[in-house]
């Protein structure tokens, strides 16, 4: 998949994890419900934007409007379907808050180091921007790999 090159930790074209547990718990936040842990600077940039668009996005629920994260929650959450929405809402503020304080306090590694493309010990994904949406690639075998059995995982939670 790659040609054995180094990629620079600050490259704002790729954004780098590694497989860890969050602090907290979550059940809204789909990047808390991730156990890919950010470890640049550049990737948590990307990581609160990805939030903030999906903040911004507004759906009616119950007369009422909320963000895309309280309305994916309602969609494929059943433990959130059966809660009251103001308390959804709420949840989803206090999991927003949560994260961006992890986000904000992460081991990060030195910008002005590099990272082979083929490490293992890190998830690397190339970002292609197209027009206003971010696609993520798996930039080696190993992050394939992994991105592929989340996949399966995710498609088999929702299925059953």
Not at 48 to 74: C, H, L, P, W, Y
Request: include cysteine; proline fraction near 2%.
């Amino acid at each position: 998949m790659s040609d054995d090159k180094k990629i620079n930790v600050n490259d704002i074209n790729y954004a780098v994890y590694k497989l860890g547990n969050w602090k907290n718990s979550y059940e809204i936040n789909q990047i808390g419900l991730s156990k890919e842990i950010p470890v640049t600077k550049s990737t948590i940039t990307h990581i609160k934007f990805s939030m903030d668009e999906i903040r911004k996005s507004q759906f009616d629920i119950s007369n009422k409007t909320v963000n895309g994260f309280v309305a994916i929650a309602f969609q494929l959450n059943p433990k959130i379907q059966e809660m009251e929405l103001d308390d959804v809402i709420e949840l989803e503020q206090k999991e927003f808050d949560d994260i961006i304080y992890e986000l904000d306090n992460l081991e990060l590694l030195d910008e002005d180091s590099t990272i082979d493309l083929d490490d293992e010990n890190y998830l690397i994904y190339k970002l292609e921007k197209e027009c206003h949406l971010t696609t993520s690639i798996p930039a080696n075998e190993h992050t394939k790999k992994y991105y592929e059995d989340e996949m399966k995982r995710i498609d088999d939670a929702v299925l059953n």
